[in-house]
Nanobody
Framework: QVQLVESGGGLVLPGGSLRLSCTAS????????MGWYRQAPGKQRELVAA???????IYADSVSGRSTISRDNAKNIVYLHMSSLKPEDTAVYYC?????????WGQGTQVTVSS
């Protein structure tokens, strides 16, 4: 079993930045990819960014160039740093851990971009 806990959300002004953290615990040796997803009201959950065990990264077009996903293997934390935030970035952000045949999700953290 793997447990994921997100933190770092909150209210941010347009143009601002924030860093989300996802702390993993449990049997994390089987996790080959960690990702950040988001879900806005009335919309489907979508991928924001992901990072593999080897360090490969992918980003959604909507955040590419203003987001960075990184990981601290010693602390079992995956970070998502986002800048130049827009109101359309408002959503609940979820951390996801993928292992062969199973996915794990955190409880989510709310990010609201508003003046």
């Amino acid at each position: 079993q793997v447990q994921l806990v997100e933190s770092g959300g909150g209210l941010v002004l347009p143009g601002g930045s924030l860093r989300l953290s996802c702390t993993a615990s449990g049997s994390i040796f089987s996790i080959y990819r960690m990702g950040w997803y988001r879900q806005a009201p009335g919309k489907q959950r979508e991928l924001v960014a992901a990072i593999t065990r080897e360090g490969g990264r992918i980003y959604a077009d909507s955040v590419s160039g203003r987001s960075t996903i990184s990981r601290d293997n010693a602390k079992n934390i995956v970070y998502l740093h986002m800048s130049s935030l827009k109101p359309e970035d408002t959503a609940v952000y979820y951390c996801k851990g993928e292992e062969l045949g199973r996915n794990y999700w955190g409880q989510g953290t709310q990010v609201t971009v508003s003046s």
